[in-house]
């Protein structure tokens, strides 16, 4: 056999040709850092031994796709459409696509899968395959974004021996980024010319330079209704009080009635990112280094045009929402079954989006949320007895009230107990607290006297008990006390002396009484 040099990436090595030679590469591919580009290179082998052969490297898997083999610069795919679906990365594979882009012009491309099926990153060099720009979060989907160059290859692989399935879309923006200000293109903050307002346009007009950019008040512009109008662009001047935080840029719109796009500049009007999908949202994130920023948002075309909601989060600015998510302060549930089940005895209604709820505090969350409304007993503080409710005030003034409907919660039937204020007289000074009614009969027939029990000392007719919801025994004299209350047969045996016996106790002088009653002589 004879001596070749194999050629992977920048990285050189003596071999023989042989299937060894084509092991030996697919290993080097993935475990050997190529040049100084931190990217995996070319993913061919080239032997020369006076004559050149080249060795393709692919690792197909059952569920690769049509664009295979393109695993390398020389065989890297150039893609016919924006958005290309059903792409596959094989285990240890790694697909390879060239993107030409005129001079002066932006390349923005977006790598989406679902995470949790595989990892997937991205890697995107220029003509002299340096690295511009790589993706490698370990969330859905990947972003890259570069200019300046003419030629780039997008280079996507899983991450280990991850697979997955993707679609990759990408713009291509060919508007020079200096141009004459008469001319309307999202590359440039350059003052165009006045364009002239529509039907729709918003208050801010004309924002259509950086001169004229409107200074973004991150209280209040997320819930603003702005408007662009065809050929028309809005821009924005975002200052950051605390570098260093990772700022959220989002515009929401309906696609279907304008795509629009969004553009982030520095300070010094450089384009440092974008987002040029064909969804309902264009957003940017970035770490901020700087304290002025400007946003361009334009139509996709020039006939494009639409409403749109701006939101600006990680400013450190006073008055920015405490949290970036849009969604925060949600009640999110799956249906309207599952939000009747978190209201309880509440009124309460689903919406499919929260940005529909009337005077929505969530106008840019588009999640299900469950909306409880106020009941008639909410706020009340639910206590069995007056007892009770002076237990759980402790040392504080508190009030009792058998039906809160009386203080004051409309509707609502329950008990009620109210701690502080002024004390109103206790209801139920006065009371006999008994627990029970064999409990209020002995202590009444210990005095010779006959026993009611109420389970409600409100029930007892007393006026003064009218409010009070604890038990009561209330002892009434007994007309019939000192009689003996034996049967005649028993009175003759019980008194030997002689007897008086009478069937109705009141002939003794028991008035009100009418037992039986026995005299012994």
Not at 9 to 34: D, H, K, N, R, W
Not at 118 to 142: H, I, K, P, R, Y
Not at 206 to 222: E, K, L, P, Y
Not at 341 to 362: E, L, M, R, V
Request: glycine share 8%.
């Amino acid at each position: 056999m004879s001596t070749t040099t194999l050629s992977v990436g920048g990285c050189s090595y003596p071999m023989f040709i042989s299937l060894f030679a084509v092991l030996f590469v697919t290993q080097c591919m993935f475990y050997c850092e190529t040049n100084a580009t931190g990217l995996k290179s070319d993913i061919s082998a080239t032997a020369t031994a006076g004559a050149s052969t080249t060795v393709p490297i692919t690792d197909g898997c059952s569920a690769d796709d049509m664009y295979e083999p393109n695993d390398g610069f020389a065989s890297a795919t150039v893609l016919e459409t924006m958005t290309t679906s059903d792409l596959f990365i094989c285990p240890s594979n790694e697909d390879v696509f060239h993107f030409t882009v005129c001079e002066g012009g932006t390349l923005s491309i977006n790598v989406l899968f679902q995470h949790q099926q595989g990892d997937l990153d991205c890697n995107l060099l220029d003509s002299t395959l340096a690295s511009v720009a790589q993706g490698t979060s370990s969330t859905d989907n990947e972003h890259v974004f570069a200019s300046g160059d003419i030629s780039y290859y997008l280079v996507v692989f899983g991450y280990g021996s991850d697979s997955n399935s993707y679609t990759l879309q990408y713009n291509v923006n060919c508007n020079p980024t200096t141009i004459a200000p008469t001319t309307i293109a999202p590359t440039t903050l350059a003052p165009p010319t006045t364009t002239p307002p529509c039907a729709g346009d918003d208050d801010f007009e004309q924002n259509d330079s950086a001169g004229s950019a409107t200074i973004v008040d991150v209280s209040t512009i997320s819930t603003s209704k702005l408007f662009l109008c065809p050929g028309d662009k809005d821009v924005f001047k975002i200052s950051v009080c605390n570098p260093g935080k990772k700022m959220d840029v989002t515009i929401n719109f309906v696609n279907q009635d304008g795509n629009l796009d969004l553009y982030l500049y520095n300070s010094n009007l450089d384009i440092i990112d974008s987002s040029t999908s064909e969804a309902d949202k264009e957003e940017v994130s970035m770490k901020t280094t700087l304290n002025t920023y400007y946003v361009n948002v334009v139509g996709s075309s020039v006939i494009m045009a639409g409403a749109y909601t701006l939101r600006v989060c990680g400013t450190g600015c006073n008055g920015e929402p405490t949290s970036c998510d849009p969604c925060d302060g949600t009640a999110s549930v799956k249906n309207a079954k599952k939000c009747k089940q978190y209201c309880g005895s509440d009124p309460h209604k689903f919406y499919g989006d929260a940005s529909t709820i009337p005077n929505s505090p969530f106008p840019n969350c588009h999640e299900n949320h469950c909306q409880c409304y106020p009941g008639p007993c909410d706020g009340i503080v639910e206590k069995k007895s007056s007892r009770a409710c002076k237990k759980y005030c402790g040392t504080s003034n508190y009030v009792f009230f058998p039906h809160a409907v009386d203080a004051g919660f409309r509707g609502c039937s329950k008990k009620h107990c109210e701690c502080g204020g002024t004390p109103a007289p206790n209801p139920c000074v006065g009371t006999t607290f008994k627990k029970k009614a064999s409990q209020c009969r002995s202590y009444c027939h210990s005095s010779n006297q006959d026993s009611i029990f109420y389970t409600h000392a409100s029930d007892s007719g007393i006026l003064q008990f009218q409010n009070c919801d604890e038990k009561h025994c209330e002892c009434v004299s007994d007309p019939c006390a000192g009689t003996v209350s034996w049967s005649e047969r028993k009175c003759k045996k019980k008194c030997p002396n002689g007897y008086t016996f009478y069937n109705d106790a009141e002939q003794a002088g028991f008035t009100g009484c009418h037992k039986s009653h026995c005299d012994c002589m």
